[in-house]
Each structure stands twice: as structure tokens, then as C-alpha cells.
């Protein structure tokens, strides 16, 4: 019924920067927080950057000042602009959304498929 479909992921130096783009589509009453989650080998599944379907932002400790999430809610879209990137900052990146589809009225989280961002040296 909803799918999530993310690109963006790649190599990188580190230093550089990427940009991962998310889309929702299907059958899509309404979206609530849209976010960017990350998952190393060995960690547990962390949150990156959330944004609420007003614009306001929230980041990890360890992403702020150098990652900036966006959206454009007539597009079910979202976005991680991921600059000056650091080695730990390797790992698959997930699009997460919370969305109610339609003819439901409540909230489900959405997953992306994931994509691999690996800062080198």
C-alpha cells in the first residue's frame, strides 16, 4: 500500500558530503514526523534527524552543525544533506514516515529500503 524508496548513498572521503533523498508513494492519507535513521554493523539502529510535518527539526548529538534534514510535503519527500563526514559515520541510512493510509486512522511507521554510506580516509 505505501512504499518508501531512498538513493543517495555512495562512497565518500571523509570530509565530504552526500545527499540521501527519500519518497513515499501509494495509497497516502496523511504524513506526520519524517526521519533519517542509521544502523552500523554491531550497533543498534539509531535516529539521525527528524523533521515534523510543521518543518521543525531535531538532530543527534553527533550529526549537529553538519547534517540538515528537509521535506516538501506535497511531494512525500524528505531529504539528509550530510556534510563535513566523519568515519564514524559509516553505516545504511533508513527513511522513516509515519503515515496514515487511507481509509485507516492510524499512524504506522514506514520503513526505506536502506542505502549504504561508507566515509573513507
Known amino acids: 500500500q505505501v512504499q518508501l524508496v531512498e538513493s543517495g548513498g555512495g562512497l565518500v572521503q571523509a570530509g565530504g558530503s552526500l545527499r540521501l533523498s527519500c519518497a513515499a508513494s501509494?495509497?497516502?492519507?496523511?504524513?506526520?514526523?519524517m526521519g533519517w535513521y542509521r544502523q552500523a554493523p554491531g550497533k543498534q539502529r539509531e535516529l539521525v534527524a527528524a523533521?515534523?510535518?510543521?518543518?521543525?527539526?531535531n538532530y543527534a548529538n553527533s550529526v549537529k552543525g553538519r547534517f540538515t534534514i528537509s521535506r516538501d510535503n506535497a511531494k512525500n519527500a524528505v531529504w539528509l544533506q550530510m556534510n563535513s563526514l566523519k568515519l564514524e559515520d559509516t553505516a545504511v541510512y533508513y527513511c522513516?514516515?509515519?503515515?496514515?493510509?487511507?481509509?485507516?486512522?492510524?499512524?504506522?511507521?514506514?520503513w526505506g529500503q536502506g542505502t549504504q554510506v561508507t566515509v573513507s580516509s
Open positions: 501509494g495509497s497516502i492519507f496523511s504524513i506526520s514526523d
Open positions: 523533521i515534523n510535518s510543521g518543518g521543525s527539526t
Open positions: 522513516n514516515a509515519l503515515i496514515v493510509v487511507s481509509d485507516s486512522s492510524t499512524f504506522t511507521a514506514y
